[in-house]
């Protein structure tokens, strides 16, 4: 497993989770800087004595071999995970390199130690700063807070806006502080792969050219130095995109109401004070709170502990307290010496809890979780359709692309003027896109390349959910971290046949198109891998916008790779599902030609021969002959395999739905019958 990922979400709940995962990060990173320093003193000693020269390859290559960074995410990419081997690779090849060494290494400082301790100081570095400035923050919101929450109620109303208006600032101080520490420490942490790998690659690149004898091994290097920098051109796009849209959610959550509600598995998380009443009065303890609407479960852990209590690792001990909801009711002002309280009655106890929420946003948020009576406010956008207008305007638009020429530089790549696009799609779609027009036209002459391109894109972009569902989404992502890249073309294929029909059908006219775009790849420069790219956040997108979802972008860029590459087959004819319960069966044919008689059948799910039946199918051909119209691999040894084209004899009936049974090359078994034509 890799590192957890941070949601900003959480900044803004900041629970004893979120800096546990937290610590999860700043641990990594101080090990990914101890490392860094290592490597450059290593290097250090390759440049300063060439008696020492042995020594310190071996020990550099020691460090490579037994470092392994980690990346964010429960999976990695193809790309990641030769990124992540190539520094065992490198050890390697230093390794056979330190068997014919002849000379110092030249310009080593340049190549290597210069960018690591730039990438260390300058990244690095920030993070630490940006800890210093958080732990800060942190240590002063939540002493206002304190403060703030203790303000009477029966303190004239200029003075609580006052107060509330001083809280708001500090709040949004303490957030920004959180939110910029998460999005820093993250993005390094994204960072090292390439920033930390290049130098590397640059420096042992120097290191081979400079041996004379070291030059064949050299050559042998090259493929994989290129395929190394494919990989880490891709990480780096990735990393782009990916960063591109975490900083836009930062913004949304840095932006976002006081009553924004973070995805969370519970219905409802915070802080809360509760009043506990003691002898002598009462007194109010925060506790990190949960509650789960449908089974009515309001759990509270106390966070005010003494430092003792607390583990090594800073987890609290103590297990929380888990009660069930009976109901909920606002606290009236003038009942209670305490702004934005309310009483919960609970199963478990008698009387009464008084709880103190910590804005009267965040009351209400937890009134509505309780059913309280204030509904979520919710805003209209523009929404595209899967009808026939959209069928049109995405043909229209493929064929003018093609019709002036697959050859444009940046084809796809290249956005168009915003201005442009919008008075397109309006022309088009008008202002209710569900009655558009399904015969409109496009003027060629009206629209330049780069503003179709783009509003192609537009359209996906806003339908209201995207191609490939959000029912299916997960089911895509998890198929394109299949280790195996047959096993992911068969299960990107078994879900696309899973798709509406429509969606299929658009799937496949945009999938035809994009993959002869990429076949002038030499000219546009469009290779497969930069449509996935460009097309992966825009045909799938999580139904939830979080961190976590975001990097999934490049497992999404994965999928539609996939599917623009193997078009062919991932939009051919779908294999017929077989039974789980599968009889074999032995054919013979009846003296008359006209019936064919299964003499025994064998139950494959309990493989004791325990079902034997006779079944005579009625048939005015028993033998046929077909021409296939796809290929096939058979999963069974009851199926064939075979080539488009392939021909077969003796094609009858079979006693599964939606298979034949057939001869070709002189065995006999089941094809699938939509993947054959009758000859």
Same mark, same amino acid.
Request: glycine residues 4%; charged residues 25%; aromatic residues 10%.
């Given at each position: 497993?890799?590192?957890?990922?941070?949601?900003?979400?959480?900044?803004?709940?900041?629970?004893?989770?979120?800096?546990?995962?937290?610590?999860?990060?700043? %641990?990594?990173?101080?090990?990914?800087?101890?490392?860094?320093?290592?490597?450059?003193?290593?290097?250090?000693?390759?440049?300063?004595?060439? #008696?020492?020269?042995?020594?310190?390859?071996?020990?550099?290559?020691?460090?490579?071999?037994?470092?392994?960074? +980690?990346?964010?995410?429960?999976?990695?990419?193809?790309?990641?995970?030769?990124?992540?081997?190539?520094? /065992? =690779?490198?050890?390697? @090849?230093?390794?056979?390199?330190?068997?014919?060494?002849?000379?110092?290494?030249?310009?080593?400082?340049?190549? @290597?130690?210069?960018?690591?301790?730039?990438?260390?100081? =300058?990244?690095?570095?920030?993070?630490?700063?940006?800890?210093?400035?958080?732990? &800060?923050?942190?240590?002063?919101?939540?002493?206002?807070?304190?403060?703030?929450?203790?303000?009477?109620?029966? &303190?004239?109303?200029?003075?609580?806006?006052?107060?509330?208006?001083?809280?708001?600032?500090?709040?949004?101080?303490?957030?920004?502080?959180?939110?910029?520490?998460?999005?820093?420490?993250?993005?390094?942490?994204?960072? &090292?792969?390439?920033?930390?790998?290049?130098?590397?690659?640059?420096?042992?690149?120097?290191?081979?050219?400079?041996?004379?004898?070291?030059?064949?091994?050299?050559?042998?290097?090259?493929?994989?130095?290129?395929?190394?920098?494919?990989?880490?051109? #891709?990480?780096?796009?990735?990393?782009?995109?990916?960063?591109?849209?975490?900083?836009?959610?930062?913004?949304? %959550?840095?932006?976002?109401?006081?009553?924004?509600?973070?995805?969370?598995?519970?219905?409802?998380?915070?802080?809360?004070?509760?009043?506990?009443?003691?002898?002598?009065?009462?007194?109010?303890?925060?506790?990190?709170?949960?509650?789960? &609407?449908?089974?009515?479960? !309001?759990? $509270?852990?106390?966070?005010?502990?003494?430092?003792?209590?607390?583990?090594?690792?800073?987890?609290?001990?103590?297990?929380?307290?888990?009660?069930?909801?009976?109901?909920?009711?606002?606290?009236?002002?003038?009942?209670?010496?305490?702004?934005?309280?309310?009483?919960?009655?609970?199963?478990?106890?008698?009387?009464?809890?008084?709880?103190?929420?910590?804005?009267?946003?965040?009351?209400? @948020?937890?009134?509505?979780?309780?059913?309280?009576?204030?509904?979520?406010? !919710?805003?209209?956008?523009?929404?595209?359709?899967?009808?026939?207008?959209?069928?049109?305007?995405?043909?229209?638009?493929? =064929?003018?692309?093609?019709?002036?020429?697959?050859?444009?530089?940046?084809?796809?790549?290249?956005?168009?003027?915003?201005?442009?696009?919008?008075?397109?799609?309006?022309?088009?779609?008008?202002?209710?896109?569900?009655?558009?027009?399904?015969?409109?036209?496009?003027?060629?002459?009206?629209?330049?390349?780069?503003?179709?391109?783009?509003?192609?894109?537009?359209? !996906?972009?806003?339908?209201? +959910?995207?191609?490939?569902?959000?029912?299916? *989404?997960?089911?895509?992502?998890?198929?394109?971290?299949?280790?195996?890249?047959?096993?992911?073309?068969?299960?990107?294929?078994?879900?696309? *046949?899973?798709?509406?029909?429509?969606?299929?059908?658009?799937?496949?006219?945009?999938?035809?198109?994009?993959?002869?775009?990429?076949?002038?790849?030499?000219?546009?420069? $469009?290779?497969?891998?930069?449509?996935?790219?460009?097309?992966?956040?825009?045909?799938?997108?999580?139904?939830?916008?979080?961190?976590?979802?975001?990097?999934?972008?490049?497992?999404?860029?994965?999928?539609?790779?996939?599917?623009?590459?193997?078009?062919? /087959?991932?939009?051919?004819?779908?294999?017929?599902?077989?039974?789980?319960?599968?009889?074999?069966?032995?054919?013979?044919?009846?003296?008359?030609?006209?019936?064919?008689?299964?003499?025994? !059948?064998?139950?494959?799910?309990?493989?004791?021969?325990?079902?034997?039946?006779?079944?005579?199918?009625?048939?005015?051909?028993?033998?046929?002959?077909?021409?296939?119209?796809?290929?096939?691999?058979?999963?069974?040894? *009851? =199926?064939?395999?075979?080539?488009?084209?392939?021909?077969?004899?003796?094609?009858?009936?079979?006693? +599964?739905?939606?298979? @034949?049974?057939?001869?070709?090359?002189?065995?006999?078994?089941?094809?699938?019958?939509?993947?054959?034509?009758?000859?």
């Amino acid at each position: 497993m890799g590192l957890p990922t941070l949601e900003f979400s959480d900044s803004l709940l900041d629970s004893p989770e979120f800096r546990e995962r937290l610590q999860c990060h700043e %641990i990594e990173l101080e090990r990914t800087n101890r490392f860094i320093k290592d490597l450059i003193k290593d290097g250090n000693m390759l440049i300063s004595a060439l #008696n020492s020269l042995s020594l310190a390859v071996q020990r550099f290559s020691r460090s490579l071999q037994e470092f392994q960074f +980690e990346c964010i995410g429960d999976a990695e990419t193809d790309d990641e995970i030769n990124i992540a081997q190539s520094l /065992k =690779e490198f050890s390697q @090849l230093l390794s056979t390199m330190e068997e014919e060494r002849k000379r110092l290494i030249q310009n080593a400082d340049d190549v @290597l130690i210069s960018p690591l301790e730039k990438f260390r100081k =300058e990244q690095i570095g920030a993070v630490k700063e940006g800890k210093k400035q958080f732990d &800060k923050e942190t240590e002063r919101y939540y002493s206002l807070q304190e403060k703030y929450l203790s303000v009477s109620s029966k &303190k004239k109303e200029s003075q609580l806006h006052e107060a509330d208006s001083q809280m708001n600032k500090d709040r949004k101080i303490f957030y920004d502080a959180s939110l910029q520490y998460v999005f820093k420490i993250q993005e390094v942490q994204e960072r &090292k792969k390439f920033e930390f790998v290049e130098p590397l690659l640059a420096f042992l690149q120097g290191l081979f050219t400079s041996y004379h004898e070291g030059y064949e091994l050299a050559c042998e290097f090259e493929p994989y130095k290129q395929q190394l920098q494919f990989n880490l051109q #891709n990480a780096r796009n990735n990393f782009e995109s990916t960063r591109a849209e975490v900083e836009r959610l930062m913004k949304r %959550i840095r932006s976002a109401e006081d009553d924004f509600k973070a995805p969370s598995c519970f219905t409802m998380e915070g802080f809360l004070y509760i009043q506990e009443k003691r002898p002598l009065g009462s007194v109010w303890t925060r506790y990190y709170c949960t509650y789960e &609407k449908s089974s009515k479960m !309001f759990t $509270m852990g106390n966070t005010e502990v003494r430092p003792a209590s607390r583990q090594p690792n800073g987890v609290v001990n103590g297990t929380p307290e888990m009660f069930k909801l009976r109901s909920c009711v606002r606290r009236k002002t003038d009942s209670i010496d305490k702004r934005f309280c309310f009483d919960i009655e609970v199963v478990e106890r008698h009387g009464v809890i008084t709880l103190q929420a910590l804005s009267e946003a965040n009351r209400r @948020l937890w009134m509505e979780a309780m059913d309280g009576k204030e509904p979520s406010d !919710f805003f209209y956008c523009f929404t595209a359709f899967l009808n026939e207008a959209g069928f049109n305007f995405v043909k229209k638009c493929v =064929e003018l692309v093609e019709t002036r020429g697959l050859t444009t530089l940046g084809l796809y790549r290249t956005g168009g003027v915003n201005s442009k696009v919008q008075r397109l799609m309006t022309s088009v779609f008008g202002m209710l896109p569900s009655t558009a027009s399904s015969d409109m036209q496009l003027d060629a002459e009206s629209w330049d390349n780069k503003t179709i391109t783009s509003g192609l894109k537009d359209y !996906f972009r806003c339908l209201a +959910e995207p191609l490939l569902t959000y029912r299916l *989404h997960k089911e895509f992502i998890r198929a394109a971290k299949y280790d195996d890249q047959k096993h992911r073309v068969r299960a990107i294929h078994a879900l696309v *046949h899973r798709l509406p029909d429509r969606n299929r059908a658009m799937l496949d006219v945009l999938a035809k198109h994009l993959l002869r775009v990429s076949s002038h790849s030499n000219q546009n420069l $469009m290779t497969v891998s930069n449509l996935g790219m460009i097309f992966g956040p825009t045909l799938m997108r999580s139904q939830e916008e979080t961190v976590a979802a975001m990097m999934n972008i490049k497992f999404q860029n994965i999928v539609v790779e996939i599917i623009i590459e193997n078009h062919d /087959k991932v939009l051919s004819a779908r294999r017929p599902q077989r039974e789980s319960s599968v009889f074999s069966s032995a054919l013979d044919i009846c003296p008359s030609g006209r019936f064919v008689h299964f003499k025994y !059948f064998l139950c494959t799910t309990c493989e004791k021969g325990c079902c034997f039946i006779s079944l005579a199918i009625n048939v005015a051909t028993p033998y046929r002959d077909a021409k296939a119209l796809y290929s096939c691999e058979a999963e069974h040894s *009851h =199926e064939l395999s075979f080539p488009q084209g392939a021909l077969f004899c003796n094609v009858c009936p079979s006693v +599964e739905p939606g298979w @034949l049974q057939a001869t070709y090359k002189g065995k006999t078994g089941l094809i699938p019958e939509n993947y054959v034509t009758f000859i």
